[in-house]
């Protein structure tokens, strides 16, 4: 069994900042790629930001220069830093791994329970 368990999640009003954890346990041999996605209600899950291995990232563009993605692999915790939050940035936030459960095993993709930001005034 692979968790993920976040935290961070809450109320803030724009222009504050929140910093989201998300720690992975149980069964994991590796873990490739980790990232941050979202969703309003109504509308399709959204990539926020991923982080590779060697730490590549890559960012929705609306949160460039606002949100960084960091990794600590001794851990299996990554983080989602938001500054400047913005009412548009309201959503919940679900965490996402892609881990091999044991050597040569399959990659597979497991997901947070989500946890709500919520950004007002």
């Known amino acids: 069994q692979v968790q993920l368990v976040e935290s961070g999640g809450g109320l803030v009003q724009p222009g504050g900042s929140l910093r989201l954890s998300c720690a992975a346990s149980g069964s994991i041999f590796s873990i490739s790629a980790m990232g941050w996605y979202r969703q309003v209600p109504g509308k399709e899950r959204e990539l926020v930001a991923t982080i590779t291995t060697g730490s590549s990232t890559n960012y929705k563009d609306s949160v460039k220069g606002r949100f960084t993605i960091s990794r600590d692999n001794v851990k299996n915790t990554v983080y989602l830093q938001m500054n400047s939050l913005k009412p548009e940035d309201t959503a919940v936030y679900y965490c996402?791994?892609?881990?091999?459960?044991?050597?040569?095993?399959?990659?597979?993709?497991?997901w947070g329970q989500g946890t709500q930001v919520t950004v007002s005034s």
């Open positions: 996402a791994i892609t881990a091999r459960r044991r050597a040569g095993g399959t990659p597979t993709d497991y």
